[in-house]
């Protein structure tokens, strides 16, 4: 079993930054293909980023490209995504994933593990 937990979510000024990690036990990292999720009050789920099990492939929602990056270190079992120039319409709970098959990494069915979320509340 597969247990994630995300911090460093709160409260960032647009055009700051702000660091999400999701740390991973219970089995290793590099067995899984990690992503990251949204969801804005209101709204469903939505893809953010994700990355392969080595690290060597990143894919990234059209609306974060260039703003956020995606990382891991197998090592220390952890996933960072780096939020850099947020927008107020980054405010939303994020969610750290993990798949155990390279599929549709951008297809949050792929998933088999979630984390509980952490909040991102971005202001103007």
């Known amino acids: 079993q597969v247990q994630l937990v995300e911090s460093g979510g709160g409260l960032v000024q647009a055009g700051g930054s702000l660091r999400l990690s999701c740390a991973v036990s219970?089995?290793?990292?590099?067995?899984?293909?990690m992503g990251w999720f949204l969801q804005a009050p209101g709204k469903e789920r939505e893809f953010v980023a994700a990355?392969?099990?080595?690290?060597?492939?990143?894919y990234y929602a059209d609306s974060v490209n260039s703003r956020f990056t995606i990382s891991r270190d197998n090592a220390r079992n952890t996933v960072t995504l780096q939020m850099n120039s947020p927008k107020p319409e980054d405010t939303a709970v994020y969610y750290c994933?993990?798949?155990?098959?390279?599929?549709?990494?951008?297809?949050?069915?792929?998933?088999?593990?979630w984390g509980q979320g952490t909040q991102v509340t971005v202001s103007s």
């Open positions: 994933a993990a798949a155990a098959q390279r599929v549709d990494l951008r297809n949050q069915s792929e998933y088999g593990y």
């Open positions: 219970g089995r290793t990292l590099s067995l899984y293909a």
């Open positions: 990355i392969t099990r080595s690290g060597g492939i990143t």
